[in-house]
């Protein structure tokens, strides 16, 4: 069977592709017939237009998805099956990695081995929870010998998520597949700027067996279609990456129905440098660790801690090392460093590089490019000799923005890394084992890495301490964000009430 593109959901013009979002196995215009546009963030063309859906496309949408999980019996699908979908959904993904990963360069300005990277880890996190859907299992208790008493695990239903455009694909993927895997039904938005690959992978989603109604993108702003999906009376569950302040938002106006909210948003990332660690890896370590995928990361480690020994050498080694940071499109293989995703965010940035020239002294970069005429480029940008207290090192910049703090021992390393109200990664660099552990345990964040910045893996657990947020994503803590306990009691005296 073929089918056309426009019935699959996109219609090709030459420059702008329409697409509509994915509702109870259909894709659909909004109800209210209007459009946003999403752009190409190194050439600033626009080149799709996109659903603006609202409250009434939300609510379509969590009817189809209750409807899915109640009626049709979603509920009741076999662990065993779900699996097999998830697996379907991976092998979908590989198989269509080189068109979805420039998809996601072209909306989202990331250089295209990133796009593929992230195209590779949103396939397995398919299929780790894919595994992962035979193993949940309850526990039983050990009550007298008359009676028999467990747990049961059961998806909690309708599960609302809202994600950010720094990894569009892999973070639906860090939300999706959990959710399905838990036996749920998804209601996702997009962020208003990146929609395009989930839009695409959803023309897959029949294909792979997912019933209609099981999975729903509803494409629009925050405040048209985040808002409603968080105060919507049958999403039982509300799973947000983005920034604290919608988080906080999104936790208020959940609320009032006691909704349940897991909450990742990003932080402000301590990455410490002891003058015992090798000294080039930890040069690239800092860079890596601040300036990939744009510095548009939640674990970025921009707030860079060296040890005064090394301080000044240190400066200077990754300033020179930054200058060689290779600006560019996306699809150009020799970029290292795309555009920022918007020109609001562009903006942002930029008002954050002038709020640090006047904190603290600038190593390289701090403003716009030159040699672009087009496209929301940043260069990458170190401030040095910057106070903790300093905006540039407490504010989430989410740019290509390294703060360098010198410290002159291990316990004034500690005490900086953890002033900040934030706390969902960190990272050490030492040779001594006997200090980087006393710094991992004294570091007040969800995730650490030793000698190392920023490797991700399915299998291990995400999120944040503090103002990071809470609730956990990946490995098997990611599936009990949907999951109830239902303690169940069986009685197994014959005469068991004796009062009355
Ligand atoms: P954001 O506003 O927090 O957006 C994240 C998601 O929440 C998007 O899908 C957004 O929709 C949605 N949203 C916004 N307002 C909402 C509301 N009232 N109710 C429900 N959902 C709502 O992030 P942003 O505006 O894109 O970026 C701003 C800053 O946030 C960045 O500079 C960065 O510091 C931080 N950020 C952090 C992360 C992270 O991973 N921790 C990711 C992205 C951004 P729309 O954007 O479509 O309107
Ligand atoms: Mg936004």
Known sequence: MTTTAAARGRART????????????KFVDARGGSTFDVYDPSTEAVVARVPAGGAEDVAGAVEAARRAFYQAGWKNVS?????????????????RRAELAELETINSGKPIAESEYDMDDAATCYEYYGGLATKIHGEVMPVPADAVAFAMREPM?????????????????????????AGCAVVIKPAEQTP????????????????????????GDGPGAGAPLVSHPDVRKIAFTGSAEVGRLIMRNAADQLKRVSLELGGKSPNIFFSDADFENAVD?????????????????????VQRDIYSKFVDAAAAKAKTIRLGPGLDRDTKMGPLVSAEQRDRVAGYLKTGRGEAKVAVGGGRPKQFDKGWYVEP??????????TIAQEEIFGPVMSVIPFTDEAEAIRIANATPYGLAAAVWTRDIFKAFRVVKALEAGIVWVNHMQPTFVEAPWGGYKASGFGRE????GVEEYLETKQVFINLDEKPIGWY
């Not at 662990?79 to 198989?95: K, M, P």
């Not at 940008?381 to 300093?390: E, Q, S």
Request: with cysteine.
């Open 14 to 25: 030459p420059e702008v592709a329409s697409y509509r979002m994915y509702i109870d196995g």
């Open 79 to 95: 662990a065993q099956e779900r699996g097999r979908i998830l697996f379907r959904i991976a092998e979908r993904i590989r198989s």
């Open 157 to 181: 239903g309708v599960a609302g998520q809202i994600i950010p455009w720094n990894y569009p694909l892999l973070m639906a993927a860090w939300k999706i597949a959990p959710a399905l895997a």
């Open 196 to 219: 395009l690959t989930l839009l695409r992978l959803a023309e897959d989603f029949e294909a792979v067996g997912l019933p209609p109604g099981v999975v729903n993108v509803v494409t």
């Open 285 to 305: 370590g800092a860079l890596f660790g601040t300036f990939v995928n744009q510095g548009e990361v939640c674990s970025a480690g921009s707030r860079v801690l």
């Open 381 to 390: 940008t170190i401030f040095y000799d910057v106070d903790n207290a300093a």
């Open 474 to 477: 990946l490995g098997h803590w």
